[in-house]
């Protein structure tokens, strides 16, 4: 065996922290440098401006890194926001869902403010789904022990992930009564 390039480890202590505690810490700042990104950041500042609450609500400035990821006008956005501010200073809206329903009915004179307002209604969401998909998998190879098929594998994740599809048992057995007609189960 070659030893180049390679310590002797030399109590449990050192071991720990090479093999499990460096790696994990490793992870932990990639993640969150990946998660943190200045793009992801301005979104995120842009999806909060959009809060009634928020001490930048409405800026365009604020809300230029929402805008150009969905393709907005800017200087449209620009006059709606203008007209769209004052007509709120009455308003009792307190959160971006509440924001969304003052603006429905004027839908035709403001749509890039109900496209904003959607997009950052479902970006919490989106994020969450993916995140549950993914932690789904892994539980179910976890308990497959990586024994199954791509097809299995892609077949159990579909039943686990869209559970709320109702899944009519009945109709299952026929068909599989039907594929399976000439077959003959022995009980021992």
Do not use: W
């Amino acid at each position: 065996t070659s030893t180049i390039g390679e310590r002797e480890i030399i109590d449990c202590e050192c071991k720990y922290r090479t093999s499990i505690f460096y790696p994990v810490i490793d992870s932990i700042i990639l993640e969150k440098r990946d998660r943190f990104s200045t793009t992801n950041m301005d979104t995120l500042r842009a999806v909060s401006s959009l809060s009634p609450e928020s001490s930048t609500f409405l800026e365009l400035t604020e809300l230029k890194a929402l805008c150009l990821m969905l393709q907005c006008d800017t200087s449209l956005l620009k006059n709606e926001i203008q007209v769209f501010k004052p007509m709120l200073n009455q308003s009792k809206s307190k959160n971006i869902t509440d924001l969304f329903f003052e603006t429905l009915p004027f839908q035709q004179a403001f749509p890039n403010i109900i496209r904003l307002t959607i997009c950052s209604m479902t970006i919490p969401v989106s994020s969450t789904t993916t995140e549950r998909t993914f932690s789904k998998m892994k539980l179910i190879k976890t308990i497959a022990r990586n024994s199954m098929s791509d097809t299995r594998l892609s077949d159990l994740s579909l039943l686990a992930i869209e559970r709320d599809i109702v899944v009519d048992y009945e109709n299952i057995i026929d068909a599989f009564v039907a594929q399976h007609k000439n077959s003959r189960i022995l009980l021992k």
